[in-house]
């Protein structure tokens, strides 16, 4: 596909640029592309050179030839790769024929590229190729367009050959027994198990049609896109005439199984407790008060081809910015749509079809080329599509296209819910003997109503209308013709076209146009023996018969999953509860899965549940022979004696619990009609429960039922009995003790908020319908009248007849009552600390004062027993003043906030000691103490914190802050303790002299000898004796010195080994000095020792030298022949172990 087929012709260049970009898939390509991201004209820039680097029709054809080339040889009797080659060589062949001035025309006549492509082929076909040029072309080498009108010829005929083979019978093409079959082998695949089973994977479609496979990204759905209409019967059988089929794949779908699984349970959930919610009035949010009065204050009524109708505008939501999507944003859909609808010219006049039906009724209209140039603010493009409801296409407007993370939705306000609900309309459907159904021709097109005249038709609106299908009885059929006309007659008004009516009784919608009635009602009036049927709200309404149905679909899976479990549950929709024994059945074996955490997609279900949920499944099919009566009770015939009574009976059981309801008709002759109304059921909790409350729950959902048919129903109602076979329940009710346990009291509270306690009764199981619910009932049974469709017997009875209330209350209504027991306290006065503790200066004082304000008359030493009694006590007080809500509430057992210091520490409350303490994780040490696993937590601004740190640190000598930091750590969790330490350590005056530094002395003046600059070196040296060195002679140790010459100047040194520490020794290493160094000027040396461990024998040395009277006069006698002078300087004037 080009690119260009993707990309408008009035787009941007920016835009073009960033759809170049994300089709781009070779990394060198999208270097050379981003490298014109600044550019005024990227897109343009950026297709040149990578035309030039990748698009060269040369370049093209080379790599073509050499990818040929590099193709594995053709295998013999291989007919698709010999297809597969043959296809290649009529690509390469067409590439080279379109290029421009004939420059493949030298490639065309090559033939050294036919013997290379021969190369490739079997030598059975290099022969019949051979052949073939011969006979053709005699002596002329063939080219590569001789040479692909060969393979498509050959590849024709093996095909032809292939398809012949394949009519043989099955005996001609069996193999025959090989009598080496028990011999090994080498083994080759050829037969693939489990194929002739493909529908255990594969879901096939209608015949010829496409298949869905699944596959780790989801379901791909496969096959062709669409058949022709001239196939031959026999697929199987070769035929010449016959097309090709286009084989393509069309879509891999990735739809989110999580969001379908949401939803199944949701609808699930809201069917179970669509009657039980809470009938308060909730006051509108202020976005759906925002919405009301944007639809009132501009909705306005337009004319549209002469017909009046209401337009209203788009309810922004003012707190978001009005959104815009421009035209470029949906052209790509538009492309992929044109696409489809050429590959698909039937879908294609089905398309113009309804797009033609929009712009003749007004709906939508034509841009102007210069709307379609000018983009609005606030204008958004969306894109649209078919889909298929029901047999029919329809066109949808997806709102829900995002453009930068954002969609029409978003931007707009819902606004409240102002129709009636499901329920209702078919609870008041019900009512009356003559039914009526019908459906607004293009609702989502139309506006809203005016208000104001007749009240029947307002009233209609307001109540028997869900979304666009009207649902409505009457009690005669004159009142049902009447309406129906002036219903239609006054939504023409508005622009409303209300079409598709049906009835139980022909006459009522016969005199009504054709196009107004229903096809079915159209079957019904031209054959009498058909039974017409029509969708109501989920339902299926039997016209002739005047019964309500249910829908049964097929589901198939594999395997058997939790996921599976709940998509079959979720679809038995059954808005009137009639087959609640049936799918309660079902809801308490899904309730024993949850007792172990699974996988929504885990196969390995238990058996048990498998095998009863199969037995379950196998029922479905039988959903189709259910039928409900849809109205009530008798017929009016303008009867205002009769009169009519709500029965509602409850039971429960251990599984669950439920309430059913019927409605009791009586006319003036005393002939009794009960019919089934309405049914709602619940799974007992996993938490047990008493019997008793489990039957109150039963009894508090059969009051929510009533109350939600009050206020449904607009038939008067005489009378409402409640009935319960649980004498606890009625014991409960009737009782006027208000010492009940929270449980029951407040279900009892709310009970006789919609009914009365005279309003209860008592019946037996046997005759209770509602015990139908807790046992289960198969469809069979549901569908054979029995009580549960027709009423418990003893309705159809005089009110006396009927049973009575047991005498005698039930013994086990005690065990909920509240028991009275009185319970005193005694406030002691715990013992406290001195008042005021700034007074003391140091623990010790501290704990003693305590011990004696507690312990008055007992001695005050700190050693006494009582004394980590004492300390206890000051750490509680330390707590209570410094964490006072953490120690509250961790002293009741309760967690603490997520704010509180505390929380990171993990505190536990110790109540032995009544101390927080740290958690940790040494629990489980068995070599330390409770206390040091656990230490006390302190606060360290608390005044007892500082003088407990202020008492290791003495005790301690004043070491440094993390020596004190280990010591408090064995028993005390100090908060920022290092920083505390330091805090006291910086005031205390022990620990600021222990901690401060010895002055280094100032040094004297430098000697002159050392600032005699611009000399050479050594010209002012310092010279010393260091040593002895043990050195081995032979077998004896002798002794060996150094002496060192450094230059007081430049630091240069000169060291040389003196053999002894006499003068002539000296004297030849001071000769050896100045013979390499040069004469000195001057040259010092002390009298001391510098030496370790050699002191006293380096100063005898130093004696030798200069008590012999000639020795001195020697050494001094050689200084002037060398001009050196000579200081004897004091012992340690140098710094460092330095001569000076």
Not at 286 to 313: C, F, H, M, S, W
Not at 457 to 467: C, H, K, N
Not at 751 to 772: G, M
Not at 775 to 794: C, D, I, M, S, V
Request: proline share 8%; aromatic share 8%; net charge positive.
């Amino acid at each position: 596909m080009a690119l260009t087929n993707l990309l408008p012709n009035d787009g941007s260049e920016q835009f073009k640029y960033h759809v170049l970009l994300d089709h781009l898939k070779l990394e060198t390509a999208c270097h050379l592309a981003l490298a014109y991201a600044h550019h005024p004209l990227p897109y343009t820039r950026a297709m040149l050179a990578l035309q030039q680097r990748y698009g060269q029709p040369q370049q093209l054809v080379l790599r073509e030839i050499t990818a040929i080339l590099n193709l594995p040889s053709v295998r013999p009797s291989d007919s698709r790769s010999f297809s597969d080659f043959a296809i290649r060589v009529r690509a390469l062949v067409g590439m080279l024929q379109s290029l421009e001035n004939g420059e493949g025309d030298a490639e065309l006549a090559c033939a050294s590229h036919v013997q290379q492509l021969l190369g490739k082929l079997p030598s059975e076909h290099v022969a019949n190729y051979a052949r073939f040029s011969r006979a053709t072309k005699p002596g002329v080498p063939h080219n590569l367009v001789d040479f692909s009108n060969w393979l498509e010829e050959e590849a024709e005929c093996q095909a032809m050959a292939t398809q012949t083979r394949d009519r043989r019978g099955p005996l001609e093409q069996r193999n025959p027994i090989k009598p080496s079959f028990s011999k090994p082998s080498n083994p080759v695949a050829t037969i693939l198990h489990g194929t002739s089973h493909p529908q255990k994977r594969v879901r096939l479609g209608p015949g010829g049609g496409p298949a869905a496979v699944p596959t780790c990204l989801g379901w791909a759905l496969q096959g062709p896109t669409m058949l022709p209409e001239d196939l031959p019967d026999n697929p199987d059988c070769f035929s010449p005439k016959a097309k090709r089929l286009e084989i393509q794949s069309l879509f891999i779908s990735c739809a989110s199984p999580e969001a379908d699984l949401y939803h199944a349970v949701e609808r699930l959930w809201k069917m179970d407790v669509l009657p039980y919610q809470s009938e308060k009035v909730i006051t509108r949010s202020k976005q759906d008060q925002e919405a009301l009065a944007q639809l009132e204050n501009y909705t306005v009524k337009v004319e549209i081809n002469r017909v009046g109708r209401y337009a209203t505008p788009l309810i922004h939501n003012l707190k978001i910015s009005k959104p815009q999507a421009p035209k470029e944003s949906v052209l790509p859909a538009l492309r992929r749509m044109e696409r489809k609808l050429m590959k698909n010219p039937e879908l294609a006049v089905i398309y113009n079809k309804e797009i033609n039906k929009l712009l003749e009724a007004g709906y939508v209209k034509k841009l102007s080329p210069q709307e379609v140039v000018q983009n609005s603010e606030s204008s958004w493009y969306i894109p649209h599509h078919l889909v298929e409801h029901n047999g029919k296409q329809r066109l949808v407007f997806n709102c829900s296209f995002q453009y930068q993370g954002q969609c029409l939705n978003d931007c707009l306000l819902p606004g409240p819910v102002l129709g009636p609900s499901l329920m209702g309309v078919l609870l008041r459907f019900r009512q009356h003997s003559v039914a009526i159904s019908g459906d607004i021709k293009a609702m989502f097109h139309q506006r809203h109503v005016k208000d104001g005249g007749e009240e029947d038709i307002e009233t209609s609106v307001l109540q028997s209308f869900y979304v666009d299908n009207c649902l409505q009885s009457f009690p005669t059929e004159g009142q049902a013709k009447s309406f129906l006309d002036r219903l239609r007659a006054r939504l023409a008004t508005g622009g409303f076209e209300i079409r598709q009516w049906i009835s139980n009784l022909p006459s009522v919608v016969q005199h009504l146009p054709k196009e107004a009635r229903s096809e079915s009602t159209e079957m019904w009036l031209i054959q009498d023996h058909t039974d017409p049927w029509e969708g109501a709200l989920g339902l299926i309404w039997y016209c002739s018969s005047d019964t309500l149905g249910y829908k049964y679909k097929p589901v198939s899976y594999h395997p058997l999953t939790l996921r599976n479990v709940y998509r079959i549950l979720a679809m038995q929709y059954d808005p009137l509860g009639f087959i609640i024994p049936f799918t309660t059945r079902a809801k308490v074996l899904l309730q024993k899965l949850w007792s172990k955490e699974r996988d929504w997609d885990d196969p390995c279900l238990p058996d048990a549940f498998v095998k009863a949920w199969k037995l379950w499944e196998e029922e479905l099919p039988q959903l189709s022979r259910i039928r409900l009566p849809r109205c009530y009770g008798l017929t009016e015939d303008q009867d205002l004696s009769m009169t009519r009574e709500l029965h509602v009976f409850c039971d429960a059981s251990e599984a669950a619990y439920g309430s059913v309801a019927y409605l009791r008709t009586v006319d003036s002759n005393q002939q009794v009609q009960v019919s089934f109304v309405m049914a709602r059921s619940r799974v007992a909790p996993r938490r047990q429960l008493t019997i008793p409350r489990l039957e109150l729950c039963a009894a508090l959902t059969g009051a929510q039922l009533a109350r939600m048919l009050k206020a449904e129903l607009t038939l008067p109602l005489h009378r409402l009995v409640m009935w319960t076979d649980s004498t606890t329940v009625l014991t409960w009710l009737q009782s006027e003790s208000c010492q009940y346990k929270i449980f029951v009291a407040h279900r009892i509270t709310e009970i006789l908020e919609h009914t009365a306690a005279s309003d209860w009764r008592y019946t037996d199981s046997a005759s209770n319908p509602a015990d139908d619910i807790t046992r289960g009932k198969t469809l069979k049974e549901l569908a054979a009248p029995h009580r549960w469709n027709q009423g418990p017997p003893f309705l159809y009875l005089p009110p006396y007849q009927w049973p009575l209330n047991p005498s005698s209350p039930s013994t086990e209504a005690t065990t909920e009552l509240r028991k009275s027991v009185f319970c005193g306290t005694a406030h002691v006065l715990p013992p406290s600390v001195p008042p005021n503790l700034l007074q003391f200066q140091c623990w010790e004082d501290l704990v003693v004062r305590t011990s004696q304000h507690i312990f008055p008359s007992l001695d005050a030493d700190p050693q006494a027993p009582d004394r980590p009694y004492v300390e206890t006590l000051l750490l509680q007080h330390a707590q209570q003043e410094s964490f006072p809500e953490e120690y509250a509430l961790l002293q009741a057992n309760k967690p603490i906030s997520k704010q509180s210091p505390l929380n990171n520490l993990a505190p536990e409350f110790d109540h032995t000691t009544n101390l927080i303490r740290v958690g940790g994780r040494l629990r489980k040490s068995e070599d330390l103490d409770y206390s040091n696993m656990h230490p006390v937590v302190l606060d360290p601004k608390n005044y007892i914190t500082q003088l407990l740190i202020k008492d290791h640190d003495k005790r301690l000598k004043h070491p440094g802050p993390e020596r004190v930091f280990a010591s408090l750590r064995r028993n005390y969790w100090i908060l920022r303790g290092r920083q505390a330490i330091r805090k006291h350590q910086h005031s205390c005056i022990d620990c600021r002299k222990w901690k401060a530094r010895p002055l280094i002395p100032r040094m004297a003046d430098l000697p002159p000898s050392r600032l005699r600059l611009f000399k050479p070196p050594f010209w002012s040296t310092g010279m010393d004796c260091f040593g002895p060195f043990l050195i081995k002679v032979g077998r004896r140790q002798e002794k060996r010195w150094g002496i060192i010459f450094k230059c007081l100047t430049t630091h240069c040194i000169h060291i040389d080994l003196l053999s002894g520490l006499d003068t002539d020794s000296f004297l030849m290493s001071f000769r050896r000095f100045v013979a390499r160094r040069g004469t000195p000027f001057e040259v010092h040396s002390d009298h001391g020792t510098n030496f370790v461990g050699g002191e006293r024998e380096l100063q005898r040395a130093f004696d030798q030298l200069t008590r012999p009277p000639g020795s001195i006069s020697q050494i001094q006698s050689s200084l002037p022949e060398k001009s050196t002078k000579r200081s004897s300087l004091r012992r340690n004037l140098g710094k460092g172990g330095e001569s000076n």
